[in-house]
């Protein structure tokens, strides 16, 4: 290996303060991005479409849960992929369902995600046991897959209702999947975002203050978040005189 230099504390800091900068640039990058997908154009989803659950058969829109938004993984694991049926693909496993958060934090954004695949429940429902997996697993009935681009590649769906109407409002795949898992990465491809006050989103979009909606994943609930925690965020900020913080998104750590 032809290893860095070894430097003084001083000279290690001052390198790491260098590159800071264009890892904020970075960031910054990433926001502006994440701004641009909630100005997609949406796709209304007009075909009926079925998925095999725990719950028995349901629509594309009985995924959503009563939730506004929608994501929606493929992930291979049927006849024909390797390690079938022990295992699903390798970097399906790897890449996304190993990496997948609480979705409890998702749904305090009223935002549902499932993963789909070609398998039977009861091979599902014994994958995820063994792998120590709890995300909702549904199994694909008709030509979703291939309506979506998601027949032969691995990829996600961004889906939002309004009412009864489903839209389709982004999708990504190849490497854009590798970032796919923590629950902001699966919010900022969504069309709402995170839905917090910072964001550049356009006019009439949910938004509250950053952080105030945070929460243990056993503890979510209608009430929000207790008003201690507010009182905390709040004096964090330096607005210990208000239980709704009103800081922006640069003054925590990016």
Request: hydrophobic share 35%; net charge negative; glycine share 8%.
């Amino acid at each position: 290996m032809k290893t860095p230099p070894i430097v003084s504390p001083a000279a290690w800091e001052q390198a790491r303060q260098e590159l800071l900068v264009r890892e904020k640039e970075l960031t910054r990058a990433k926001d502006a991005m994440a701004a641009a997908r909630r100005r997609m154009p949406w796709l209304a989803v007009d075909e009926e479409y079925a998925f095999d659950t725990p719950r028995g058969r349901m629509s594309l829109l009985d995924l959503f849960e009563g939730r506004r938004q929608l994501v929606v993984y493929r992930a291979f694991y049927e006849p024909g992929v390797y390690g079938w049926p022990d295992h699903a693909c390798r970097g399906c496993s790897l890449v996304t369902a190993d990496q997948v958060g609480h979705v409890a934090h998702l749904h305090a954004r009223d935002t549902t995600l499932a993963f789909a695949s070609r398998a039977p429940q009861a091979d599902i429902e014994r994958l995820k046991a063994r792998m120590g997996w709890t995300m909702p697993w549904v199994t694909l009935l008709d030509d979703f897959d291939a309506d979506f681009g998601v027949d032969e590649w691995h990829g996600t769906n961004a889906f939002l209702r309004e009412g009864d109407r489903v839209f389709r409002t982004y999708f990504v795949n190849g490497r854009g999947d590798e970032a796919l898992g923590s629950t902001f990465s699966y919010l900022d491809i969504t069309a709402l975002g995170r839905q917090e006050d910072w964001e550049d989103s356009p006019e009439g979009y949910p938004r509250t203050p950053p952080y105030a909606w945070w929460n243990w994943h056993d503890e979510y609930s209608d009430a929000g978040p207790a008003e201690g925690w507010l009182e905390k965020v709040a004096e964090a900020e330096g607005t210990v005189t208000s239980v709704r913080p009103t800081a922006t998104h640069d003054d925590c750590c990016h």
